[in-house]
């Protein structure tokens, strides 16, 4: 099956390693939604679709939603039905369990990409759309060289600004864990909460070298937060109510000089909206994949 994903999935290769972290290994993974497509004793095509089995903190079970995070037919047997046989034995199943829609594929916590690369596989989309799919968001993944980076002088700047107003962006201490936390269950999502524990985890109480994670505090009051583990930059975010000040630029950029000084060479990301890239922009970020994420009523 590893065969035919690579064969077809030429943007997105994996090894069995990744296989078995990211599909045998989670909790959610049943064999019965990875399906096959067997043809003269060999296999040649191959969906995954994922329902939750356990809850995804705050968010539950979410017993409506599916999700497809991988799907594919060896190049040599396309166009012969495999993709339709797949894609309708899928639905079907789906359907049974009482799932009311399916979307591919920003599934957490162990999607592969958000989304169909549009330019790697633009024939899987019309496809899709096709079968009832419709692209409801238009993510896209950025990449910034860190070689020779310095803090944009607008965003210096700002930052002499902010502290003149008493706000403070610094390293993340023991004593930032809850308040962090707490901003993110208010106003941001369980994933995110998911990857900022890890990271306090790995700061505080495992191995530091590989994650950071940057505040903005006024007083006791934590207003953002940025953080990185290895060179994947994020998530961060900024307090709505804060919004509007420069305190989101002024952590993207501390946060990327904090990586060089760790001698990383780049910071990437997998998926962020046309708005935010604006803000990506200011700091060297560039657009390296779009991708189209599907959705369609069952």
Same mark, same amino acid.
């Given at each position: 099956m590893l065969a035919v994903w690579n064969a077809a999935l030429v943007a997105d290769p994996i090894n069995a390693a990744t296989w078995r972290a990211k599909v045998l290994l989670d909790p959610n993974f049943l064999?019965? /939604?990875?399906?096959?497509?067997?043809?003269?004793? !060999?296999?040649r095509g191959f969906l995954l679709?994922? &329902?939750?089995?356990?809850? #995804?903190? !705050?968010?539950?079970?979410? $017993?409506?939603?599916a999700w497809i995070t991988a799907f594919g037919v060896h190049p040599d047997w396309q166009g012969r039905g495999l993709g339709s046989a797949l894609l309708d034995a899928a639905l079907e199943r789906l359907r049974g369990l009482g799932c009311k829609v399916? &979307?591919?594929?920003?599934?957490?916590?162990n999607y592969f990409t958000p989304g169909v690369?549009?330019? *790697?596989? $633009?024939? *899987?989309?019309? #496809?899709?759309?096709?079968?009832?799919?419709?692209?409801?968001?238009r993510p896209l993944s950025m990449r910034a060289e860190l070689t020779g980076f310095q803090v944009p002088e607008p965003i210096a700047e700002t930052a002499e600004r902010l502290r003149r107003e008493g706000i403070d962006v610094r390293l993340a201490q023991p004593g930032d864990t809850l308040p962090v936390l707490t901003l993110i269950r208010r106003h941001f999502s369980w994933d995110w909460y998911r990857e900022a524990s890890?990271?306090?985890?790995?700061? #505080? &109480? *495992?191995?530091?070298?590989? *994650?950071?994670?940057?505040?903005?505090?006024? /007083?006791?009051e934590v207003l953002g937060y940025a953080q990185h583990r290895g060179e994947r930059f994020g998530p961060f975010g900024v307090d709505p109510a804060r919004r509007g000040q420069g305190i989101g630029r002024v952590l993207l950029a501390a946060t990327l000089l904090e990586m060089l000084k760790k001698s990383y060479h780049a910071a990437w990301f997998l998926w962020t909206s046309d708005e935010a890239a604006r803000l990506y922009a200011?700091? /060297?970020?560039?657009?390296?994949?779009? #991708?189209a994420v599907l959705r369609r009523e069952l």
């Amino acid at each position: 099956m590893l065969a035919v994903w690579n064969a077809a999935l030429v943007a997105d290769p994996i090894n069995a390693a990744t296989w078995r972290a990211k599909v045998l290994l989670d909790p959610n993974f049943l064999p019965e /939604g990875c399906l096959v497509a067997e043809v003269e004793e !060999g296999v040649r095509g191959f969906l995954l679709s994922i &329902t939750r089995q356990v809850p #995804f903190y !705050g968010d539950g079970l979410q $017993p409506e939603q599916a999700w497809i995070t991988a799907f594919g037919v060896h190049p040599d047997w396309q166009g012969r039905g495999l993709g339709s046989a797949l894609l309708d034995a899928a639905l079907e199943r789906l359907r049974g369990l009482g799932c009311k829609v399916v &979307t591919i594929s920003p599934y957490v916590p162990n999607y592969f990409t958000p989304g169909v690369d549009v330019n *790697a596989y $633009p024939r *899987a989309i019309e #496809f899709l759309s096709r079968r009832g799919f419709e692209v409801v968001s238009r993510p896209l993944s950025m990449r910034a060289e860190l070689t020779g980076f310095q803090v944009p002088e607008p965003i210096a700047e700002t930052a002499e600004r902010l502290r003149r107003e008493g706000i403070d962006v610094r390293l993340a201490q023991p004593g930032d864990t809850l308040p962090v936390l707490t901003l993110i269950r208010r106003h941001f999502s369980w994933d995110w909460y998911r990857e900022a524990s890890e990271v306090f985890r790995d700061l #505080f &109480t *495992a191995d530091p070298r590989h *994650a950071g994670m940057l505040v903005a505090v006024q /007083g006791d009051e934590v207003l953002g937060y940025a953080q990185h583990r290895g060179e994947r930059f994020g998530p961060f975010g900024v307090d709505p109510a804060r919004r509007g000040q420069g305190i989101g630029r002024v952590l993207l950029a501390a946060t990327l000089l904090e990586m060089l000084k760790k001698s990383y060479h780049a910071a990437w990301f997998l998926w962020t909206s046309d708005e935010a890239a604006r803000l990506y922009a200011t700091c /060297g970020f560039r657009e390296v994949r779009r #991708f189209a994420v599907l959705r369609r009523e069952l």
